[in-house]
């Protein structure tokens, strides 16, 4: 369990948009003292450092460097973002076979230099690869984290926010299950000021309550928002390295937050031996628990769906 305030080492496996981008998410933020980045191509890792580090007049003091897997051992949290990411009219899923490899030859170099780290894992088809790392590892299931759906719920909780005329910071709501196409919104647990969405829009608007058509392009909207930032501009790095930042925070200050991160689950709505988002209790132990939420039997019905889905591709895996 971390309880440190003084060293705090994080170490990024793979120094592209999403890992960059995060190491400078966490620069800005002042949470870590030590970042080290790793990746394939060394220079590529060696360029990002440097570029970083040329702000540090500007931030709270840390050290950032690029370096090898041993370079990596005492790290609080390893991150990893390394692999391939979608190309325009790629799924999530489609990267499956590439990623898996990728994490065959990093997990093991990880395990062997930060044994007691937090790996928090970033690269999709997320939920699958947070499983990978689980089962290659060998790490208790707290210690294994994917960013599931932490970004897809800021997605929701913005569009939300925008609809309702609201700031984001009071919409309350998570997308569950898969951190793509088959996630659902947990409509029966979304509020805004205490009030349940229907309870919500009839004071606000009155006109018969929340509307099916407007959640239904909501979803919509949430599913699709990385396939149209990437038809727009090739890839995703800026929200998702929040999200990471935001995870590291939790986990860094024992914060106790409720994030919607992918951990192991052990029989939750019926579903175990698969990672995927509920809300969850995240601390210094890591994905310390999975919160039992009173969802209603259509949210459920939608979760076990996406569970099954990622199920079958974890049964298809070539280990
Ligand atoms: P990128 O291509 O910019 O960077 C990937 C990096 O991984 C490259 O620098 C590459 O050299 C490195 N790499 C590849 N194989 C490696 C290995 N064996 N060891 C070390 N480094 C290796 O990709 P990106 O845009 O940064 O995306 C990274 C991943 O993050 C993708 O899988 C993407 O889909 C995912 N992503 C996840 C979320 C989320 O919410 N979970 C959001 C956006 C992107």
């Given at each position: 369990m971390l309880h440190k305030a003084d060293v705090v080492k994080i170490s990024i496996i793979g120094a592209g948009f999403v890992g960059s981008t995060t190491a400078y998410a966490l620069i800005m933020s002042g949470i870590a003292s030590e970042i080290v980045i790793v990746?394939?191509?060394?220079?590529?890792?060696?360029?990002?450092?440097?570029?970083?580090?040329?702000?540090?007049?500007?931030v709270k003091p840390v050290q950032i460097k690029a370096g090898d897997y041993e370079d990596i051992i005492d790290s609080d949290i390893v991150i990893l973002t390394a692999g391939a990411n979608q190309k325009p009219g790629e799924t999530r899923i489609d990267l499956i076979n590439r990623n898996v490899q990728v994490f065959k030859s990093i997990v093991p170099e990880v395990v062997r230099y930060a044994p007691k780290a937090i790996l928090l894992v970033v690269t999709n088809p997320v939920d699958i690869l947070t499983y990978v790392t689980y089962k290659l590892s060998g790490f208790p299931?707290?210690?294994?984290?994917?960013?599931?759906?932490?970004?897809?719920?800021?997605?929701?909780?913005?569009?939300?926010?925008?609809?309702?005329?609201?700031?984001?910071r009071n919409v309350h709501t998570y997308m569950i299950g898969e951190h793509g196409d088959t996630e659902v919104p947990a409509w029966s647990i979304?509020?805004?000021?205490?009030?349940?969405?229907?309870?919500?829009?009839?004071?606000?608007?009155g006109d018969g309550g929340c509307k099916e058509e407007c959640q239904q392009e909501l979803h919509q909207k949430t599913v699709g928002a990385a396939y149209e930032i990437i038809e727009k501009k090739g890839a995703t790095y800026y929200a998702v390295a929040l999200g990471v930042?935001?995870?590291?925070?939790?986990?860094?200050?024992?914060?106790?937050?409720?994030?919607?991160?992918?951990?192991l689950l052990e029989g939750q709505f019926g579903v175990r031996d698969v990672c995927l988002s509920l809300p969850t209790i995240v601390n210094g132990q890591g994905a310390e628990r999975i919160l039992?939420?009173?969802?209603?039997?259509?949210?459920?019905?939608?979760?076990?769906?996406s569970a099954k889905t990622i199920k079958k591709f974890i049964d298809q895996i070539q280990w």
């Open positions: 990746d394939l191509n060394k220079e590529k890792a060696e360029g990002e450092a440097m570029d970083l580090s040329h702000g540090l007049a500007f299931k707290e210690r294994v984290i994917g960013s599931g759906t932490v970004l897809d719920t800021a997605r929701l909780r913005y569009l939300l926010s925008n609809r309702c005329g609201v700031d984001v979304t509020t805004i000021a205490g009030a349940n969405l229907n309870q919500f829009c009839l004071h606000c608007c930042k935001r995870i590291v925070e939790a986990i860094i200050r024992n914060e106790n937050s409720i994030l919607s991160v992918s951990s039992n939420v009173p969802l209603d039997d259509k949210d459920i019905q939608g979760f076990v769906k």
